[in-house]
């Protein structure tokens, strides 16, 4: 259906593959994620049709509570989206808009017209320690997942699409020093623009000195040295610019002349504190350096907690349930807890199943509103259980957020109260 490029326009959405080996191929509407940049001529149907949009559509004929839209985001949207943005940098406003959609899908259960959002969609994709729902802005996430493809340019992973950028693109210069050419391609663009933030992670370990630019590569705690020594750097210490480690060095130590400034001495002085490269030494080791801890290989998951805004913890996040006997979870909050037992025991089962015990986990309150009796059918344990659910985590969070309890007809010890 993108044989005459009118679902998108190459730069729009990237074209990644399809174009690898200079050819482009139709593509089914599956692969279409929004229909961002599409002529308005196209058939409105194949874009509502389209990979997001198909779904969103779809769940907004069903009645899905707030967890359970949340829980969609977090599994089939955040899926989908983990594909395109682990492969291709995506534009923002596609971005943008994929965010917009799940906002409104959220707070309304639909993506036609719009509802006002409670919660900022930044606050939204906060972890929960932090206030949030645990979500992740797509926007930080794609920076973080195409970091892997700069780790790839450096590493040994036998990676073919690296062995083809070597050759093609980078040749005998240093990724650092490249500049963006009209001629390259849009992944290639991309993925030069990601390297002012690859660089303050990527680290390397000088070994024979062979393969790692002295100039370019970060090897010491300054960063990479054409910025810590300037643009004259390359004539004052008397390094060519496209020198490598070993070209700085001898048998006997290194070869630079004494230090006129400031950052000189400084470099002369960690130059110090490192082994000199030698033919007999190991190949230079890149590593991927978080928090000065390193990774065993490219971490994503560690670059993002670096990456992603940041907000004080809750003082709730992991609360004790208020009856003050254990963590709060499911399970211990509604069915457990002296407070919850004693409405289940006075109030549910004394009224429709005398003898029933009490339940001990949620699998066993589900198995217990299917069963029908003619004192209790199951429609009446439904509406019972949802009454029941409703008030003790109304009570909770009265607690919780007020410190004031709602009168009760009982207490914790299951005797009726006088309020």
Not at 70 to 77: E, G, N, Y
Not at 82 to 93: G, Q
Request: hydrophobic share 40%.
């Amino acid at each position: 259906q993108n044989q005459d490029r009118e679902l998108w326009k190459l730069g729009t959405l990237p074209p990644g593959l399809i174009t690898f080996w200079r050819r482009t191929y139709p593509l089914d509407w599956k692969w279409h994620i929004l229909g961002l940049g599409y002529n308005p001529s196209v058939n409105q149907r194949d874009i509502e049709r389209a990979a997001l949009i198909g779904k969103f559509r779809g769940w907004a004929m069903k009645s899905l509570s707030f967890a359970g839209r949340t829980q969609l985001l977090s599994s089939v949207i955040s899926g989908t989206m983990n594909f395109w943005i682990s492969t291709f940098i995506l534009p923002k406003t596609c971005i943008k808009k994929i965010e917009s959609l799940c906002s409104i899908f959220l707070w309304s259960g639909k993506i036609d017209g719009s509802k006002g959002a409670k919660v900022a969609w930044s606050t939204i994709c906060l972890p929960k320690k932090e206030g949030g729902l645990g979500l992740r802005r797509f926007s930080q996430w794609n920076t973080t997942l195409c970091l892997r493809f700069i780790w790839l340019l450096f590493s040994d992973s036998g990676s073919l699409w690296a062995l083809w950028h070597k050759y093609h693109n980078i040749k005998s210069n240093s990724l650092w020093e490249i500049k963006e050419s009209p001629r390259d391609s849009w992944t290639w663009k991309a993925i030069l623009r990601l390297r002012p933030v690859a660089a303050q992670f990527l680290k390397v370990v000088a070994g024979n000195g062979s393969s790692a630019s002295f100039w370019f590569d970060t090897l010491s705690p300054f960063g990479p040295l054409i910025n810590y020594i300037g643009a004259d750097g390359p004539r004052q210490l008397r390094v060519p610019l496209k020198a490598k480690v070993k070209d700085a060095c001898n048998s006997t130590g290194w070869t630079l002349p004494s230090p006129r400034s400031e950052a000189e001495l400084n470099l002369h002085t960690h130059l110090t504190t490192i082994e000199i490269p030698s033919s007999s030494a190991t190949k230079d080791e890149f590593c991927w350096v978080v928090d000065k801890v390193k990774c065993n290989g490219f971490s994503s998951s560690q670059y993002w907690n670096v990456l992603r805004r940041r907000k004080e913890e809750t003082t709730w996040h992991d609360i004790v349930c208020f009856c003050a006997a254990d963590i709060e979870s499911r399970d211990h909050l509604f069915l457990n807890c002296a407070f919850s037992q004693a409405i289940w025991r006075r109030m549910v089962f004394v009224r429709l199943d005398p003898n029933r015990s009490l339940l001990l986990s949620w699998s066993e309150l589900e198995s217990w509103v299917r069963v029908s009796s003619q004192a209790a059918p199951t429609l009446l344990r439904k509406l019972t259980v949802q009454a029941t659910i409703y008030h003790i985590w109304k009570q909770r969070n009265n607690i919780v957020h007020n410190q004031q309890a709602i009168p009760s007809l009982l207490d914790a010890t299951g005797n009726r109260s006088s309020t």
